[in-house]
């Protein structure tokens, strides 16, 4: 438009496709590593912050607290192992963006904080010191080509942090458990699967019993 307007001159098409094509595949994957670039930049960024800007608190603060086990995702599987681990005296801290989720988890009587898992700020506040497991719920939603991974963004977080215990993961596929042990996961979950695996056992052993009256 520029160049039939007169606005621009002819032999300056070249150089502007080519920045915009070098910047369009750039930023592609700018995005899709910038928790990492971030942890590069990051020592180099504090002359751009203002003294004395106040921190936003959340309700619940627990990061002095010892919590052998944090979880990252407060839904179904999320509560359900909190509160099994919950009723065998481990202590249990979630993490969850949602204001509604994060009430029903006091009420039923759990700690937690509210928190956004992929900003690095606030996962250094985390009481990851005496931690020993971060277990996410969290399940990866393919939504574009610069769509992030939040398991790897977890890994990459908590270690940059300090974070040196064990990580269990959610997965839906035998690919996606196999790039996550790469990644480092400790522990990696298939719902569907455990669940089959779960049931076939129950229902084996209630076979057992009925063929050990039979005979």
Not at 133 to 149: F, L
């Amino acid at each position: 438009m520029g160049i039939s307007l007169g606005h621009l001159q002819q032999d300056i098409l070249g150089l502007v496709t080519l920045v915009g094509i070098v910047t369009i595949a750039a930023s592609t994957y700018m995005i899709t590593y910038s928790h990492w670039l971030y942890s590069l930049a990051e020592p180099l960024l504090g002359i751009f912050e203002r003294e004395g800007t106040p921190k936003e608190q959340s309700e619940e603060h627990h990061s002095c607290g010892h919590y052998p086990i944090i979880i990252f995702g407060l839904g179904r599987l999320g509560t359900a192992i909190a509160m099994r681990l919950k009723n065998k005296g481990f202590k249990v801290l979630g993490i969850d963006f949602s204001p509604e989720t994060i009430k029903h988890w006091n009420q039923l009587g759990l700690d937690t904080q509210y928190g956004d898992v992929t900003d690095a700020e606030f996962i250094t506040e985390l009481p990851l010191r005496h931690a020993q497991w971060i277990v996410s719920t969290i399940p990866y939603h393919h939504t574009g080509i610069s769509s992030e991974d939040t398991r790897k963004t977890i890994v990459q977080l908590t270690r940059v942090a300090g974070f040196s215990g064990k990580i269990a993961t959610v997965s839906h596929s035998k690919t996606e458990t196999e790039e996550l042990k790469i990644l480092g996961i400790d522990l990696v979950f298939e719902p569907f699967q455990d669940a089959a695996d779960r049931a076939s056992e129950l229902l084996l052993d209630g076979m057992d019993i009925q063929l050990s009256k039979q005979k």
